[in-house]
């Protein structure tokens, strides 16, 4: 295949859509395109009246300017290369394939209906998190405000208590008062603490370090290595359907996962496929997808149909993302609420143990 800024101008994502662009944006852009492509429309009508129909500026300026690029004589694929903050390695390999062999209408629609499925997987795996976030973000918020606020009162009211507070009680005071007192302490030594791990994971071994932890982490690892094995079976079937050389679709991929060790994984399969090795064997000593999807490459290399199974793998993993979704929310979501009551209630306790032993004394 012929290598153009299609295959090496910013190794972009094609797990995740590029910030700046809604996906919805996008995946609009790319099918209204694939059908004036099928009308028998020119390259330079459809952009035209693609950019015309687009309401996202951003997207319609990019437009304009591939519309620009290949009326001047330039490959759709390079064109769309200039622009690697919309249009991923993906989505350029996949148009320059279209192109050359003539059923661009096909891989756009088949990139459209790609860009969709991720963008939805995507949605899904954010809203089931964001609750129990908005969740703990709240409950975090009212502890510093008790802390801050409501428990100096009390520390107050039992200065001149003339006796021994309870241990509970000692001990919230304590943590108001060290917050309290210590608060700008306390706020740039968290603010140098995120700020190193940001550096930290900003470097090679950082990133991989923590890429490989979260695989690890209970349920969380489980929901990632799901959705990763998903969108992986997705992607690669995407671009052998499209007619990408499996080669060349790993090369993609390994520079693209959005997961260190994935990466690590795909690069070392790809260097042993380059020497005439099959792709199952690389995936199952790597021993990170499942083996569900490992035997259904297997199968699907020896019976040339490797692009069909990855997509059935891509289905069935993204029903189990589904389910494990719906399951995670209605566990997580009662059990937060629990700790996050009887943390509240544990300070409010223990704020009141003095008086209640003073009650009891004089009863």
């Known amino acids: ?32 395109f694939a059908v ?10 459809s952009l035209e009246t693609a950019a015309n129909q687009c309401k996202h500026a951003y997207l319609r300026q990019a437009i304009e300017d591939v519309r620009r690029d290949v009326q001047r004589g330039k490959s759709l694929a390079d064109s769309l290369a200039r622009h690697d903050r919309i249009f991923n390695s993906l989505y350029v390999h996949l148009a320059q394939i279209g192109e050359v062999a003539g059923i661009l ?15 939805a997987l995507k949605r899904k795996i954010q809203f089931a998190l964001f609750y129990p976030g908005l969740i703990l973000t709240v409950a975090v918020g009212a502890i510093v405000f008790f802390l801050t ?33 210590y608060f700008p302490v306390v706020l740039v030594s968290l603010s140098l603490v995120v700020v190193g791990l940001g550096v930290l994971l900003q ?11 979260k695989l690890r982490i209970p349920l969380v690892g489980t929901l990632l290595s799901k959705s990763l094995t998903a969108r992986f079976c997705r992607t690669l079937g995407t671009l052998l359907s499209s007619g990408v050389a499996l080669v060349d679709a790993l090369s993609i991929l390994a520079k693209a996962s959005g997961n260190q060790f994935v990466e690590r994984t795909l690069g070392d399969g790809l260097v042993r496929v380059r020497r005439g090795s099959s792709l199952y064997e690389p995936l199952k000593q790597a021993g990170f997808f499942p083996d569900m999807v490992v035997q259904l490459i297997a199968v699907g290399e020896q019976t040339a149909e490797l692009d069909g199974m990855l997509l059935h793998a891509a289905d069935h993993y993204e029903q189990e993302v ?8 209605s566990i997580i979501e009662p059990i937060l609420i629990v700790v996050i009551g009887l943390m509240l209630g544990g300070i409010l306790v223990s704020l009141y143990l003095p008086m209640f032993e003073l009650i009891n004394t004089v009863g």
Do not use: C, N
């Open 149 to 181: 606020t409501i428990v100096p009162t009390f520390a107050e009211m039992y200065a001149d208590f003339g006796r021994e507070l309870p241990g509970p009680t000692q001990v919230i005071l304590a943590l108001s008062e060290a917050m309290t007192d």
């Open 203 to 213: 470097s090679p071994a950082g990133r991989l370090t923590w890429d490989r932890l």
């Open 1 to 32: 295949m012929r290598r153009s800024a299609a295959g090496t101008k910013g190794a972009t994502s094609s797990f995740h859509l590029r910030a700046g662009v809604p996906s919805k944006a996008l995946v609009d852009f790319t099918r209204s």
């Open 322 to 329: 589904d389910a494990f979704l719906d399951g995670l929310t």
């Open 36 to 45: 004036m492509i099928r009308a028998r429309l020119s390259l330079v009508q």
């Open 105 to 119: 209408d096909r891989v756009l629609l088949r990139l459209a209906t790609h860009l969709e499925k991720a963008a």
